[in-house]
Structures are given as C-alpha cells and as structure tokens.
C-alpha cells in the first residue's frame, strides 16, 4: 500500500492511537506546509549534500533520499518532499549513521565514503526500505505527545512497527534489529509548526529485511 494510502488508513483507523497522540498537542494555529525535505535540502550546495565534520547535522540522511528518489522517482521516501502530507520522521544525525554502520562492521574515513559504502553495501532498496522504517504517515507526533507514548508500537511507513519506551534518559526507539542498540531521541520537534514533525536520533532505525 502506498504511504498516501496508508496515512489516510492509518488516520482513519487509528490502528497505533494516532489520533490520541495527535491530541496530545496544545490547540494551536492551522500547521504550515514546509516539508522535512526542504529542511534537509537548505543544507546542501548545489543539491548535493555538503558532507562536513559536523557529526550532529543530517548529510547522509539527506544522500540516501537523494540516492533512492534518483533510482526510484515514484518512491513513497519523495513523500518527505510533500508538505501537505502530515507525517512524523525519527531523523538519523550523521553520528547515528556512523554508529549503525560500525555496528554493522562498515567503516569510513568521512561522510561521503560511508554513504557510498552503506548504499554498496546494503543496495538502493534496502536503503529506501530503511528511510521508510523512520516514518509514522498521518500522525503527527511532537516532543509532549511522544512523552507520553511509553510502550505505544508505531506503525511504520514500511509497514512494521517500532515500539516507543519513554525512560529516565529519554525517549527510546526499539527496532527489529535485537542485537544492534536502539536509538535514543535527541533533538525534538524539527520543523515545529508545520505538518511534518522531525525528532533527531542517535542510531538508525533497522527493519526486517
């Protein structure tokens, strides 16, 4: 099922309490329409990423979308480019990737060779599937609600679940991946007032491949 779909499914039935957790919220003006990947997007020379030594920003985040839209144009990922689709994204930094990726025995000198090492090593699909593993379609969830989500599972816009644990430290994402560590949220509420929400993370999200 398409995101497009699903987000209208997902609102309607309120299969993962979206509706409770967009409530959360204060009532506040109509939300605007600038999309997360403008937001990704400023952040680039040319429209390509400036990767840099700056661990906390979102270079690779920003290649791997470019890399999957410039394979598949069709792809749900180009929904990020859509302001008018409501949606919350959980945002790897570029230290997240460097994690992830060391978990998983891939390492690089820099930002730019780790893109290209993951994209060689994982493939174009598993890299779309993975960017969808980081978005809840037709909820958007801010840093008050996502509080108050402990033990909620998210439903995924590739179709699986993340499980929320709200802990002393923080708000914890729990993957598929058992043995790899599970991100923690870092950086709330990016693009606040619009209807695509961001939190940052600091490891990447893994699905069932």
């Known amino acids: ?20 957790l967009m409530m ?7 939300p605007g329409t600038t999309s997360l990947g403008e937001v990704l997007l400023a952040d680039t020379v040319e429209g390509q990423p400036s990767f840099d030594k700056n661990g906390r920003d979102f270079d690779i985040l920003t290649a791997a979308v470019l890399a999957v839209l410039g394979t598949y144009e069709g792809s749900d990922v180009g929904l990020l480019l859509d302001g008018n689709v409501t949606l919350t994204a ?5 230290k997240a990737f460097e ?10 000198k820099n930002e730019a060779k780790l893109t290209g090492k993951l994209v060689d090593a994982l493939g174009v699909d ?14 958007k969830i801010n840093a008050k609600a996502a509080a108050q989500a402990d033990d909620v599972k998210l ?22 991946a058992r043995d790899i560590a599970n991100p923690m949220v870092k950086v709330t509420d990016i693009n606040k007032g ?3 929400i961001a939190h940052a993370i600091n490891r990447v999200l893994l699905p069932k491949l």
């Open 1 to 20: 099922m398409k995101l497009r779909s699903r987000a209208v499914a997902l609102a309607a039935a309120a299969g993962l309490a979206a509706a409770p």
């Open 24 to 30: 959360a919220g204060t009532a506040q003006a109509a």
């Open 90 to 94: 959980f945002i790897p930094t570029d």
């Open 99 to 108: 994690r992830t990726a060391g978990d998983l025995g891939i390492t690089a």
């Open 126 to 139: 598993a890299i779309e599937q993975i960017l969808l593993y980081h978005v809840v379609p037709g909820a």
């Open 155 to 176: 439903d995924m816009a590739n179709g699986q679940t993340v499980k929320v644990n709200v802990t002393k430290d923080g708000i914890l994402l729990k993957d598929k």
């Open 194 to 196: 619009n209807k695509q």
